[in-house]
């Protein structure tokens, strides 16, 4: 898929500068070269007309080979000649070194060494849709070490976003385009946020997701309640409504702000610690929660049958498909997870 995808960047370039130039470029040889045969009467050879063409259009001065001294008419259509090869020609040279000098040959490779990195991920995240809600995923994603891609169509607001954050792997494209999506890895990834500031886009990216992926998880950013249930239909794992988490958040300031006050001193505290939920492997022999071991603060279990249990005994049995909610660092979270990948 790589070196599909980098013939393919090559080939926007290619189609993206010679559409027309190249065309008109070869029509300019062709109508010189039959022009100055029907100016010959038939006696010029064809390589003479080609040649007499190119030296007309390339400006190289050799004399005539075709003698145009009782001809005022083919020295018209020289003069026609020269002034439209040559015009189409420096557009031609001055493309090239435009995108050797301009930049484009670089964003090319930088696109290339871009697309063989995502394509080594694995079991990572899409970040769909870059702007405000879309910036804070990303730094979250980052303080809690989770391998992920940004998908965005708008290369400012790509730019916005390297100003603060030193972001490795992102697309400028499309995400309502499957090809885009392709390219970020959706086959491989274990979960996508469509967080555009546009409904109607989410909505799209969420089917598409889907279809391209049944397995991976979609939370979705919606700013119109009344389009959740769309949502939910096309596949949506969860629904955000920033203006709904936001008002939670200022009644919780006024009523509880010892609780928020704890919740952001783990965002920002030297331990970077966070809230995690780990999903118990089936091959997970069952055990009890002394002998784990976890060395972290074990805050409840939920039960493969969506049951909870809060603040579980040492002597509660863990069994496979439940799932720990602990409080840890993102390096605690590491040992955990490589702790139960070896059952």
Same mark, same amino acid.
């Given at each position: 898929?790589?070196?599909?995808?980098?013939?393919?960047?090559?080939?926007?370039?290619?189609?993206?500068?010679? /559409?027309?130039?190249?065309? /008109?470029?070869?029509?300019?040889? =062709? /109508?010189?070269?039959?022009?100055?045969?029907?100016?010959?009467?038939?006696?010029?050879? #064809?390589? !003479?007309?080609?040649?007499?063409?190119?030296?007309?259009?390339?400006? /190289?001065?050799?004399?005539?080979?075709? !003698?145009?001294?009782?001809?005022?008419?083919?020295?018209?259509?020289?003069?026609?000649?020269?002034?439209?090869? =040559?015009?189409?020609?420096?557009?031609?040279?001055?493309?090239?070194?435009?995108?050797?000098?301009?930049?484009?040959?670089?964003?090319?490779?930088?696109?290339?060494?871009?697309?063989?990195?995502?394509?080594? #991920?694995? &079991?990572?995240?899409?970040?769909?849709?870059?702007?405000?809600?879309?910036?804070?995923?990303?730094?979250?994603?980052?303080?809690? &070490?989770?391998?992920?891609?940004?998908?965005?169509?708008?290369?400012?607001? =790509?730019?916005?976003?390297?100003?603060?954050?030193?972001?490795?792997?992102?697309?400028?494209?499309?995400?309502?385009?499957? &090809?885009?999506?392709?390219?970020?890895?959706?086959?491989?990834?274990?979960?996508?946020?469509?967080?555009?500031?546009?409904?109607?886009?989410?909505?799209?990216?969420?089917?598409?997701?889907?279809?391209?992926?049944?397995? =991976?998880?979609?939370?979705?950013?919606?700013?119109?309640?009344?389009?959740? !249930?769309?949502?939910?239909?096309?596949?949506?794992?969860?629904?955000?409504?920033?203006?709904?988490?936001?008002?939670?958040?200022?009644?919780?300031?006024?009523?509880?702000?010892?609780?928020?006050? #704890?919740?952001?001193?783990?965002?920002?505290?030297?331990?970077?610690?966070?809230?995690?939920?780990?999903?118990?492997?089936?091959?997970?022999?069952?055990?009890?929660?002394?002998?784990?071991?976890?060395?972290?603060?074990?805050?409840?279990?939920?039960?493969?049958?969506?049951?909870?249990?809060?603040?579980?005994?040492?002597?509660?049995?863990?069994?496979?498909?439940?799932?720990?909610?602990?409080?840890?660092?993102?390096?605690?979270?590491?040992?955990?997870?490589?702790?139960?990948?070896?059952?």
């Amino acid at each position: 898929m790589t070196e599909k995808y980098n013939f393919e960047l090559y080939s926007q370039f290619v189609y993206r500068r010679f /559409i027309w130039t190249v065309p /008109i470029f070869m029509s300019v040889l =062709i /109508i010189g070269t039959t022009g100055y045969y029907i100016i010959s009467d038939g006696q010029a050879s #064809f390589i !003479d007309c080609l040649y007499m063409t190119v030296i007309t259009v390339t400006t /190289i001065g050799f004399g005539e080979i075709i !003698d145009l001294h009782n001809k005022p008419y083919g020295r018209v259509f020289t003069m026609f000649i020269a002034l439209s090869g =040559i015009g189409a020609l420096t557009y031609i040279l001055s493309s090239i070194t435009a995108f050797i000098v301009g930049g484009e040959l670089k964003e090319v490779y930088r696109r290339k060494k871009m697309n063989k990195q995502a394509m080594a #991920f694995q &079991n990572h995240y899409i970040v769909c849709g870059i702007e405000g809600v879309g910036h804070y995923i990303v730094k979250e994603l980052i303080a809690t &070490n989770r391998p992920h891609i940004i998908v965005d169509n708008s290369e400012e607001h =790509i730019n916005e976003l390297l100003r603060t954050i030193d972001e490795k792997v992102y697309i400028i494209g499309d995400a309502m385009d499957d &090809n885009t999506l392709m390219e970020a890895g959706i086959e491989r990834a274990s979960g996508l946020f469509a967080v555009t500031g546009d409904d109607n886009h989410n909505l799209v990216i969420c089917l598409s997701a889907k279809q391209l992926n049944p397995k =991976i998880r979609v939370v979705v950013r919606c700013r119109q309640i009344k389009n959740m !249930d769309k949502m939910r239909k096309v596949g949506a794992d969860s629904i955000v409504s920033p203006q709904f988490i936001g008002g939670l958040r200022m009644a919780s300031e006024m009523i509880r702000p010892a609780t928020v006050s #704890f919740l952001d001193a783990m965002l920002r505290g030297g331990k970077n610690l966070r809230v995690e939920d780990m999903k118990i492997p089936d091959t997970f022999r069952e055990r009890q929660v002394q002998e784990l071991k976890l060395e972290v603060l074990l805050m409840a279990i939920k039960t493969k049958d969506d049951d909870w249990i809060y603040n579980p005994s040492p002597q509660y049995i863990v069994k496979s498909g439940d799932s720990l909610i602990i409080l840890c660092s993102p390096e605690e979270r590491k040992v955990i997870n490589s702790k139960f990948a070896q059952e």
